[in-house]
């Protein structure tokens, strides 16, 4: 390894230590210093599984120019006619899972070959009573490890340091981060800034005051998965960037309010456009709702905009989930050049809600319901601070009238 002088000021890639060491072979190949950095011999070899994957041209091709870009432009950064002012940041490596996770499928070669040829890619499952306790625990880990994630969002916190949060605190219940590796993304959540629609890629981009942020979270626990995100305001944020945060979640609950047995999938969409237009806002046609249980993505598809095609009724047992995607602007999207990372074609900001759900005999259930303990929502946040405001001035008059 390579002396302390030469990571002075670095921070170990893989517990944010102070480094004291650096991988000769990453500096060899001139990569990025901090993806070199370990704070001890010890952390170096619990990573090296997952570090020396960097050393190889097929693990960054594709991601390349992320993991080796500085501030401003590099010679790595593909032409792009970028939409709007985010730009991609640093990648970090791939966090080590421990040898005790149970792992999905696609862990070892980023391809789900289970979930691809299962029949549940066309068959909506009912599901079992196991099934059911299976996925609602999955839920439950889902949410709490959500609720971690948001109360860390605030200015200068970079996403990757939101996926660390998600990633350990995924592991420290005994689950896999699901987004991990699946399809090759390399990282164990999503998070969308700002005019990101989805499948944004955590990086060394510290968050800035009026940003907003999506956080997906996904885990996988005892061979089933949960899934839930939702859009968090990072500090002081616009009143337009609000009501979008407001009108997206008022659009899911909208739709999960008609979710019953005998409901038609498609008709999911129509309450969405419906409540999304009466504020000017679009609702992203690309990406749907969809099943989920042993495996990641599974029949039903669920789109979220008027007139959709969706086939089928709800029945009794089917668990899915409803995620709208709402734009201040046009709904069209447009893929970042590393293959995920999705933007609104005219740069405006995008907002996005997501609950796991199972049809009962009477309606629903969330399984990714908020708890009591989860962080307020930016309007729950103002509604306790008015309440708190409006019990301190009348104690002051009752003070004043004694």
């Known amino acids: 390894m390579a002396d302390a002088e030469m990571a002075e000021g670095l921070l170990c890639a893989t517990c944010q230590q102070p480094a004291k060491l650096q991988c000769p072979r990453c500096l060899e190949l001139n990569l990025e210093k901090d993806l070199a950095a370990f704070c001890s011999q010890e952390c170096f070899k619990a990573s090296w599984a997952e570090h020396k994957k960097l050393h190889k041209p097929s693990a960054t091709e594709g991601w390349h120019y992320c993991t080796r870009r500085g501030a401003g432009r590099s010679l790595n950064m593909p032409e792009f006619k970028w939409t709007g002012e985010l730009r991609p940041a640093r ?3 791939m966090r ?39 996925i609602r625990e999955a839920c439950r880990l889902g949410r709490l490890v959500l609720d971690k994630a948001h109360a860390a969002i605030k200015p200068g916190v970079c996403t990757d340091e939101i996926d660390r949060i998600v990633h350990e605190a995924t592991i420290e219940f005994g689950a896999y981060p699901s987004p991990y590796n699946y399809f090759n993304f390399p990282k164990s959540v999503c998070t969308s800034i700002n005019e990101i629609i989805c499948h944004g890629i955590p990086d060394r981009r510290p968050l800035q005051e009026g940003d907003i942020v999506n956080v997906d979270v996904s885990v996988y626990y005892k061979g089933y998965h949960g899934d839930l995100n939702e859009t968090f305001v990072v500090g002081e944020v616009d009143e337009r960037s609000k009501e979008l945060i407001k009108v997206t ?7 999960i309010a008609i979710c019953k047995p005998g409901t038609p999938y498609r008709d999911i969409g129509e309450v969405i456009t419906k409540h999304a237009k009466q504020f000017g806002m679009s609702v992203v046609r690309t990406y749907c709702g969809h099943g989920i249980g042993e495996f990641f993505h599974c029949a039903p598809n669920v789109p979220h905009y ?97």
């Open 91 to 93: 990648i970090g490596p």
């Open 96 to 134: 080590p899972i421990p040898d005790h996770i149970p792992k999905p499928d696609y862990y070892a070669t980023g391809y789900p070959a289970s979930e691809m040829e299962s029949r549940q890619q066309h068959q909506v499952k009912i599901r079992t009573e196991k099934d059911i306790a299976g």
């Open 249 to 255: 979640h008022d659009c899911l609950h909208k739709a």
């Open 306 to 402: 008027a007139k959709n095609k969706a086939k089928g009724t709800m029945k009794v047992g089917e668990i899915f989930t409803i995620e709208p995607m709402i734009n201040l602007g046009l709904h069209r999207d447009k893929t970042w050049p590393d293959g995920w990372t999705s933007a609104t074609e005219d740069g405006e900001r995008s907002a996005q809600f997501e609950h796991t759900l199972l049809i009962t005999p009477t309606g629903c259930e969330l399984l990714t319901a908020r708890l009591p303990t989860s962080p307020p929502l930016w309007w729950e946040k103002e509604e306790q601070q008015a309440a708190k405001g409006g019990g301190d001035a009348a104690a002051a008059a009752a003070v004043g009238a004694s």
